[in-house]
């Protein structure tokens, strides 16, 4: 019994260690002064993080560009 518990657990430790982590991303759109920054629902950032960066890293300053500002938050 105790080998078999010790097997369960080392099993878990592997299925654990083989999954795959994912980062979420959300886009904001503000106003050229950078102001009024709106969520954009339509954006979906959701992808498989393949480094060792931290999720946050992905997260981005916030931008000119067309006349409105953008920003990237992830976590």
Aim: glycine share 6%; net charge positive.
């Amino acid at each position: 019994m105790k080998k078999i518990v010790i097997l369960l657990f080392v099993a878990c430790a592997l299925f654990t260690f083989s999954c795959n982590k994912y980062c979420h991303c959300k886009l904001y759109v503000g106003d050229e002064k950078g102001e009024n920054f709106e969520l954009d629902k339509s954006y979906k950032g959701e992808f498989v993080k393949e480094s060792n960066l931290a999720c946050a890293d992905y997260s981005t300053e916030p931008r000119l560009i067309d006349g409105k500002t953008y920003k990237t938050n992830c976590k």
